[in-house]
């Protein structure tokens, strides 16, 4: 069993920067990959990126790709999301998700469906 807990989110201005960062439970969190998704009022929920248990693999959204930065700290349990040069339609409730891999080395998931474990997510607002 996983739990994790979303903080950091908060409202910024269009062009500012941003560091949300999930703390996950457990001991197997450096086989564990870990994924950052997003979802805005009205829309679906939609992968941003995602991590390897050994930080060896990163993927990313096409929309986030250059701007956000994911990173982990496996001696703190925490999975990190940087978001720089923020636009307004990064506006969503942003959620990190968890699967318990077999090893730290395999390509981290993008799908929703394929992640196990949920935090109860945190707000970030972009304005204008």
């Known amino acids: 069993q996983v739990q994790l807990v979303e903080s950091g989110g908060g409202l910024v201005q269009a062009g500012g920067s941003l560091r949300v960062s999930c703390a996950a439970s457990?001991?197997?969190?450096?086989?564990?990959?870990m994924g950052w998704f997003r979802q805005a009022p009205g829309k679906e929920r939609e992968f941003v990126a995602s991590?390897?248990?050994?930080?060896?693999?990163?993927e990313y959204a096409d929309s986030v790709k250059g701007r956000f930065t994911i990173s982990r700290d496996n001696a703190k349990n925490t999975v990190y999301l940087q978001m720089n040069s923020l636009k307004p339609e990064d506006t969503a409730l942003y959620y990190c998700?968890?699967?318990?891999?077999?090893?730290?080395?395999?390509?981290?998931?993008?799908?929703?469906?394929?992640?196990?474990?949920w935090g109860q997510g945190t707000q970030v607002t972009v304005s204008f």
């Open positions: 991590i390897s248990g050994s930080s060896h693999s990163t």
């Open positions: 457990g001991r197997t969190f450096s086989t564990t990959a």
């Open positions: 998700a968890a699967i318990i891999m077999t090893t730290g080395w395999l390509r981290p998931p993008r799908q929703a469906s394929e992640y196990h474990y």
